[in-house]
């Protein structure tokens, strides 16, 4: 069973950049894609973008201008930068495993996350 | 594009109630169903039509009808009460989408 968890800061400055890494055990980062989300505080999920083991990106395009993906696949982890961070980036961050069509090869599967981090709180805040 | 769901939802002990998630992309693309409770990780509990991870209980399905994709529990138990969101894929851009949630209580 692959577990997932997110480590870095919990308090990050305004217009400075968030950063954390999400680090794999129990299976290979290899042949999977790996997805970040994010939960305001009492408000929904947020997608905020997917990247495969060799480090091709996707990413919502409301926030592309300030996030990167990246992948380390020696450390078997992977990593979110959000730039230019305000108030409104304060949520729990998540990283999980995405599953879609084009790793499952199965296309009634659809899109899902399969394996969660248990998240992390960053506050963003002087 | 975007995912619509009802903002909360009841069912008494041991009825059936269906979750929906209604959305143009759904015509096109096949829906997970994530449970959240408070403090905790959202869990899959489906995916695409009748997939469901090892270890979740056979009460949960989900199901696809024209642009509304189903979460249906059929005999809602206590510890089935907490937050539901669907997850699908965008048919006009190349990204995610989740669903706004519903909050399911059960009475």
């Known amino acids: 069973q692959v577990q997932l968890q997110e480590t870095g800061p919990g308090l990050v400055r305004p217009s400075e950049t968030l950063s954390l890494t999400c680090a794999v055990s129990?299976?290979?980062?290899?042949?999977?894609?790996w997805g970040w989300i994010r939960q305001p505080p009492g408000k929904g999920l947020e997608w905020i973008g997917y990247?495969?083991?060799?480090?091709?990106?996707t990413y919502n395009p409301s926030l592309k201008s300030r996030v990167t993906l990246s992948v380390d696949t020696s450390k078997n982890q992977f990593s979110l930068k959000l730039n230019s961070v305000t108030a409104a980036d304060t949520a729990v961050y998540y990283c999980?495993?995405?599953?879609?069509?084009?790793?499952?090869?199965?296309?009634?599967?659809?899109?899902?996350?399969?394996?969660w981090g248990q998240g992390t709180l960053v506050t963003v805040s002087s | 594009s975007e995912l619509t769901q009802d903002p909360a939802v009841s069912v008494a002990l041991g009825q059936t109630v269906r979750i929906t998630c209604q959305g143009d992309s759904l015509r096109s693309y096949y829906a997970s169903w994530y449970q959240q409770k408070p403090g905790r990780a959202p869990v899959l509990v489906t995916y695409?039509?009748?997939n469901r991870p090892s270890g979740i209980p056979d009460r949960f399905s989900g199901s696809r009808s024209g642009n509304t994709a189903s979460l249906t529990i059929t005999g809602a138990q206590a510890e089935d009460e907490a937050d539901y969101y669907c997850l699908s894929r965008d048919s006009s851009e190349n990204h995610l989408l989740f669903g706004g949630g519903t909050k399911l209580s059960v009475l």
């Open positions: 999980a495993r995405h599953q879609t069509p084009r790793s499952t090869g199965i296309f009634s599967w659809g899109e899902f996350f399969d394996s």
């Open positions: 129990g299976g290979s980062i290899t042949n999977y894609y």
């Open positions: 990247l495969y083991y060799t480090g091709s990106t």
């Open positions: 695409g039509e009748y």
